[in-house]
C-alpha cells in the first residue's frame, strides 16, 4: 500500500475519531448543563419558598411593630416588604405558568394564597390603626385568623420544599448519569485518535516543519527587499520553528522601528531647515510688518498642528496687541493687557491645558483649551508674546516642538528690538521731538527726492509762523510756549493727514508740503489751518494763554517757479503775511505784483 494512501486513510479515520469524540463531549457536556440546571432549579425553589415565609413573617412583626408602638419607620418597613413580597409573588405565578409539576404549582398556588390573605389581614389591621381603633388592629392581628394563616402558610411552604427537593433530586441523578456515560465514550474515542496520531507522526513533521520554513522563507525575502508591509504569521509553538518565527517578526519590527526614526529625523531635518529659512528673512527685515509677514508664511509650514499669533508689546508694557496670525487662532483676543499672560509674568514659556496641572492664562476663553505662551525678550526686556494654540490632539505634547519654539521665540525677540531700536533712531533723525513733526533735514530730503523722482509735477509749500510767540514765553514760562508749539504742530498734522507732509522748519516756524496741490488749493487748506489754530482757547497751568494765531505764506510749484526756489518764496510771503498785520495767508505770486 503506497504511503500516500496510507496517510489518507490516517487522515480520514483521525477525522471520524474526533468527530465522534467532540460529539461525545458534547453531550457529556450537554448533560453535565441539565444536571447544573437541576441543581439551580433546585435551590431558586428552595430560595423562593424560604423569602416567601420569611418575608410573610417579617412583614406580619413590622405590621405589629406599627400598632403596638405606632412608629412610622413600622409603618415604611412593612409598605418596604410589601413591595417585595409583591415581586417574589410575581416570580411564583411565572414560575407556575412556565410549568411546573401539577402537585407543585398547586402547592404553590395554595402557598401565594395563604400570602395574600395574611398581606388582606395585615392591611385592614393598619387601616383600621390609622382611623384611631388600636384595640381592633391588635385584636386582627394577633387573633386566630391571622395565627391559622401563618401556621397553614408556613406547613404549605415546608410540603413544597418537600416536593421540589423529590423531583430535582431524581433529575440530578438522571443528568449525572447520562454525563458520565458520555464522558467515558468521549475519553476511549480520544485515546483510539491519540494511538492513530502517534502512527502518523512522521507525516505531521512534514506540515509542522516543512511548510513553515517555506513561508518564513518567503517572509525574509521580501524583509530583505525592504517590504515591511509583509505580516509575521502569529506562531506560539514552544519549539525551534516557533523561535524562528519570534525572532523574524522582532526583526521585523526593529526594522520598521528604524524606518520610524529615519523618518522621525527626516522630518526634523526639514524643520530645522524650515526654521532656519524664517531665520535668515528675519533677519533681513526692514520693519516689523516684514518680520510679521515672514512669521505668518513659515510658522504654519514648521508647526502644522498649531495655529498663533503674535504679539508686539506696546511701549508702556502694559498691553500687548496682536501683529498677525496664522491658521486662524480662536481662543486668544487680538489685545489683551500683559498681566494676564503667565508667560510675560514669569518671563518663561507657560503651558495652559486641561488637565489642570498648571494655572491657565488670563487671556484664554476658554481657559482650559491646550495653549502655549511663549515670551518674546531681548537683553532682559520684554518685547511681545508669540502664542500658538493646538488645532491637532496633542500637538504641545511631551514630544512637542517646545524646544524649536523656544528657539524662535529668542531669534524673534533680538530681530524685533532691534527694528524697534532701528525705528526710534530713525525717528530721532527724522523727527522734531516736541512736535513729533519732521524736522528741516526731512524737509530737504523731501525736495530732493520729489525733484529727483516727480520733477515737473505740481507742488505747494506753506510757511508758518505763530504770530508774538515770544509773548508766551515771557508771559507764562517756556513750558506754555512748549505747549503752544505743541498745539500748532497738531493741528497743521491733522489738517495735513490727507494731503501732505508736516515739517517743523525752526523756531517757531513750520513748514508744510502739499503734494498735487495748486496754488489756490493751498491757499484753501492754509486758510482752514489758520482758523482752526485761532479759533482754540489754550491754558496752561490755570491760565488762559489766550487766543494763539498764526501767519501763512503760500508758494507752488512748478507754476510760480522752481522746486529749487519753493521754500525762499513761501518764506517772503510769509515776511508779507507778517508785514501786512500778520493772521492771514499770503500767497508768494501776491507779492510780485507792481502794486507791491
Excluded at 461525545?24 to 453535565?32: C, G, K, M, N
Excluded at 403596638?68 to 413580597?85: K, P, Y
Excluded at 482758523?531 to 508758494?555: F, N, P, R, T
Aim: net charge negative.
Amino acid at each position: 500500500m503506497r504511503i500516500t494512501t496510507i496517510t489518507n486513510w490516517a487522515y480520514g479515520i483521525t477525522v471520524v475519531l474526533t468527530a465522534l469524540s467532540g460529539a461525545s463531549f458534547i453531550l457529556s457536556s450537554r448533560s453535565a448543563l441539565e444536571e447544573r440546571a437541576a441543581v439551580e432549579e433546585h435551590l431558586a425553589l428552595d430560595t423562593l419558598a424560604e423569602e416567601l415565609a420569611l418575608g410573610a413573617e417579617v412583614r406580619s412583626d413590622e405590621a405589629r411593630l406599627y400598632v403596638m408602638r405606632g412608629e412610622e419607620r413600622h409603618l415604611q418597613a412593612f409598605h418596604a416588604d410589601e413591595e417585595t413580597e409583591r415581586r417574589r409573588e410575581e416570580v411564583a405565578a411565572k414560575l407556575i405558568a412556565r410549568g411546573l409539576e401539577p402537585v407543585e404549582a398547586a402547592v404553590l398556588t395554595d402557598i401565594v394564597k395563604d400570602v395574600e390573605g395574611l398581606d388582606k389581614i395585615e392591611a385592614e389591621a393598619i387601616e383600621t390603626y390609622r382611623r384611631g381603633d388600636k384595640a381592633g388592629a391588635q385584636a386582627a392581628l394577633f387573633g386566630p385568623e391571622h395565627e391559622r394563616l401563618q401556621s397553614a402558610l408556613l406547613t404549605t411552604i415546608a410540603h413544597f420544599r418537600d416536593l421540589t427537593a423529590t423531583r430535582t433530586q431524581s433529575n440530578l441523578e438522571r443528568a449525572r448519569a447520562r454525563s458520565d456515560w458520555w464522558s467515558l465514550a468521549a475519553k476511549v474515542m480520544l485515546a483510539v485518535t491519540g494511538a492513530l496520531f502517534v502512527a502518523v507522526l512522521y507525516f505531521v513533521l512534514r506540515r509542522r516543519v516543512a511548510m513553515p520554513l517555506r513561508r518564513m522563507t518567503g517572509i525574509v525575502s521580501r524583509l530583505a527587499r525592504q517590504d515591511y508591509t509583509v505580516e509575521v504569521p502569529l506562531d506560539r509553538r514552544a519549539d525551534e520553528i516557533g523561535e524562528m518565527n519570534e525572532a523574524i517578526e522582532i526583526f521585523r519590527t526593529n526594522l520598521i522601528e528604524r524606518e520610524k526614526l529615519d523618518a522621525d529625523r527626516r522630518a526634523d531635518q526639514h524643520t530645522k531647515d524650515l526654521i532656519l529659512q524664517m531665520m535668515h528673512r528675519v533677519q533681513a527685515c526692514q520693519n516689523q510688518a516684514e518680520l510679521t509677514d515672514v512669521i505668518v508664511r513659515f510658522s504654519p509650514e514648521i508647526f502644522p498642528g498649531l495655529a498663533g499669533g503674535l504679539y508686539i508689546l506696546n511701549e508702556s508694557n502694559t498691553t500687548l496687541a496682536r501683529a498677525g496670525a496664522w491658521l486662524e487662532p480662536r481662543h486668544s483676543a487680538a489685545a489683551f493687557p500683559a498681566t494676564e499672560c503667565w508667560g510675560l509674568r514669569r518671563g518663561r514659556a507657560h503651558r495652559s491645558s486641561d488637565d489642570g496641572v498648571d494655572v491657565p492664562c488670563q487671556h484664554l476663553d476658554p481657559p482650559g483649551v491646550g495653549a502655549l505662551c511663549v515670551p518674546l525678550t531681548a537683553q532682559g526686556d520684554m518685547i511681545g508674546l508669540l502664542y500658538l494654540e493646538e488645532r491637532q490632539e496633542d500637538a504641545l505634547g511631551p514630544a512637542g516642538p517646545r524646544l524649536y519654539l523656544e528657539l524662535i521665540a529668542e531669534n524673534v525677540g533680538l530681530a524685533i528690538a532691534n527694528l524697534q531700536l532701528r525705528e526710534k533712531l530713525t525717528a530721532l533723525a527724522a523727527r522734531d521731538p516736541l512736535t513729533g513733526l519732521f524736522n528741516r533735514r526731512s524737509l530737504d530730503e523731501a525736495l530732493r527726492r520729489h525733484v529727483g523722482e516727480r520733477s515737473g509735477e505740481p507742488l505747494a509749500c506753506l510757511m508758518i509762523d505763530i504770530d508774538h510767540f515770544k509773548r508766551f514765553n515771557d508771559q507764562f514760562g517756556h513750558d506754555a510756549g512748549d505747549l503752544v508749539m505743541q498745539f500748532v504742530g497738531q493741528t497743521l498734522r491733522d489738517t495735513c493727514a490727507t494731503a501732505g507732509d508736516a515739517f517743523r522748519f525752526g523756531g517757531e516756524e513750520f513748514t508744510a508740503l502739499l503734494p498735487s496741490f495748486g496754488e489756490q488749493q493751498a491757499i484753501e487748506l492754509a486758510e482752514t489751518l489758520r482758523q482752526k489754530i485761532s479759533g482754540a482757547a489754550l491754558s496752561h497751568a490755570g491760565q488762559i494763554l489766550g487766543m494763539v494765531s498764526v501767519s501763512v505764506g503760500v508758494s507752488a510749484s512748478p507754476a510760480d517757479g522752481s522746486v529749487e526756489t519753493l521754500l525762499a518764496r513761501a518764506d517772503a510771503a510769509l515776511l508779507a503775511a507778517k508785514a501786512e498785520g500778520r493772521n492771514r495767508t499770503v500767497a508768494a505770486s501776491q507779492i510780485k505784483r507792481p502794486a507791491r
